[in-house]
């Protein structure tokens, strides 16, 4: 058997036999419509994207509630698009991983073209960007993804080719071929369009309207656009809608690929890119899932309420947002992270079997994290903190890892710890705060590349590593830190969110690191004794 749509067509019973959920529904007919009258576009064709976003249209088309599916888009890579989408006709096996450890497998149609914003692609985009029937173009790029500028705020040279190069020009970066689909739109009429982040970044409409709003205001003031295209952009017929998104979307797991081989399935080999990343046919994921999207779409939008979305104003999304993102999960991922891999551990489940691990986690979440949590309404954090500890993390079956989680991790400190940071600097109260900086000092001590038995580690791909290990040197291990300059970085709100001098936590972090420097077994006993404080 191969998943493609002659197989699911022909050997629909035999799918069936096998547990998985069909379409039920006529794919190519679909594909056909959303051609021709594209409604929904995505920048980032990865897992989350496959397992979630495209499995919710997915429903609402077998539901009749849509009528037509999602094109979705790689920014500037043809490498996914040819050994992932292609030679599958574009359709995906969703396997989701109960703890119970049985799974839910579904084969998901509503994936109506793939296609790469480079060469005849960008003719394609500017085709649909001027389609009355495009209701909506959303993103899972990841934070760097909207960035123009750097850390120190220098514009990237790619961005500047782009603002010389202007909406006709050959494009580099996202929110470049962005701004030019939305003058292409404003050529065709200034139609109506909402445009969704989301990634897992605080206020991502905003991050996204930002990029893009740099890009039009440098075009218009080098006269390559019109000051009624800004205009345009600021009328509210573009829309930047906030939102929260959450599931868990590991690589494939080669075990995952093993079982879908052995029910006859061919060619489900995951396929790692030239990028680094891990792609395959299928998407392994969890059950639990999220997604909470501001109501503003000024073109209308598909009834993502009916598959289970919540469609709320934008105070909700903000404190949605905050639960998950700043306190309640992505807090502790960074944290499990970060302490894995130091600690030599391969899966994040196995690490809620770790005591002291465990004990890092329920803190940081309980004592540190949830009572600055403003309750969302929707959602109860106690609720969503309670499944985050007791069944999704410790979940057996789902096949992450520390270094996936790793990631980019500078990224994502402003965010994950940040914004609670402020929230105690605004109580006047940091100096309760104790496994923050645990975390913080860790990820310095993670830096040096030097795992906690001494032995070199891997370091997971980050763009500011270059940047940082100009500061943190793998010297440091078996003596001590060098605290000028530590202070320095922490004094670098961008990266943390706030100055952590200023927030008066420099000399915890660096106290912690120098503990966790001393040599073999230092980072577990420092670890161990600061979750064994009452």
Not at 173 to 190: N, W
Not at 341 to 346: F, P, Q, S, T
Not at 407 to 431: C, M, N, P, V
């Amino acid at each position: 058997m191969k998943l493609s749509t002659e197989s699911i067509v022909n050997n629909k019973q035999a799918w069936e036999d096998k547990g998985f959920i069909m379409p039920g529904y006529d794919t190519e007919a679909v594909k056909k419509r959303t051609l021709d009258h594209p409604a929904w576009i995505h920048f980032g064709g990865g897992n989350i994207f496959r397992g979630y976003i495209a499995c919710l249209q997915d429903e609402l088309i077998k539901k009749g509630e849509a009528e037509s599916g999602i094109i979705t888009v790689d920014s500037f890579n043809t490498e996914t698009i040819e050994k992932i989408y292609d030679p599958f006709d574009d359709l995906v096996l969703l396997v989701g991983l109960r703890a119970q450890g049985d799974r839910y497998l579904r084969v998901i149609g509503s994936i109506g073209g793939a296609l790469c914003a480079k060469g005849e692609g960008f003719g394609q985009l500017k085709k649909y960007a001027e389609s009355s029937s495009l209701q909506m173009i959303s993103f899972t790029i990841t934070e760097k993804g909207y960035a123009v500028k750097d850390m120190n705020g220098d514009v990237f040279p790619f961005v500047k080719e782009d603002i010389s190069a202007g909406p006709e020009g050959s494009l580099n970066s996202a929110m470049a071929v962005i701004a030019a689909m939305l003058y292409f739109r404003f050529i065709a009429g200034e139609k109506p369009l909402a445009l969704v982040s989301m990634d897992n970044c605080s206020r991502n409409g905003d991050k996204l309207r930002a990029g893009v709003m740099f890009i039009a205001c440098a075009w218009a003031e080098n006269g390559l656009v019109s000051q009624d295209f800004i205009t345009y952009l600021e009328s509210g017929k573009v829309s930047f809608p906030w939102s929260m998104i959450d599931k868990i979307t590991p690589r494939p797991d080669s075990g995952i690929c093993d079982e879908l081989t052995a029910m006859g399935i061919e060619g489900m080999q995951p396929v790692r890119t030239a990028r680094g990343t891990y792609i395959a046919p299928f998407v392994n994921a969890e059950m639990p899932q999220y997604l909470v999207i501001e109501d503003d779409f000024p073109n209308g939008r598909p009834p993502l309420e009916k598959a289970g979305v919540y469609l709320t104003d934008r105070v909700t999304v903000d404190r949605a947002e905050k639960m998950k993102v700043m306190t309640c999960l992505n807090p502790l991922h960074t944290a499990l992270a970060i302490f894995g891999c130091l600690l030599g551990h391969k899966k994040i489940a196995e690490e809620m079997e770790d005591t002291d691990l465990r004990k890092l986690v329920y803190r940081l979440g309980y004592n540190e994290g949830l009572p600055v949590v403003v309750d969302p309404g929707i959602i109860r954090p106690e609720d969503f903190l309670r499944e985050v500890l007791e069944e999704r993390l410790p979940n057996g079956n789902l096949p992450d890892t520390p270094q996936r989680i790793a990631t980019d991790t500078s990224q994502k400190l402003a965010i994950r710890f940040g914004e609670t940071i402020k929230a105690y600097e605004e109580k006047g109260d940091t100096s309760t705060l104790e496994l923050i900086p645990l975390v913080i000092a860790a990820w310095f001590r993670y830096l040096t590349g030097t795992d906690d038995n001494g032995e070199a580690m891997e370091l997971s791909s980050d763009p500011m590593l270059e940047y940082m290990q100009k500061t943190v040197r793998k010297e440091w291990y078996g003596n001590v830190c060098d605290g000028i300059k530590v202070r320095e970085v922490l004094k670098n709100s961008t990266l943390f969110g706030t100055d952590l001098v200023n927030a008066g936590l420099a000399d915890k972090i660096i106290s912690y690191l120098d503990k966790m420097l001393a040599g073999k077994g230092a980072v577990r006993k420092t670890l161990s004794e600061a979750v064994g404080k009452d």
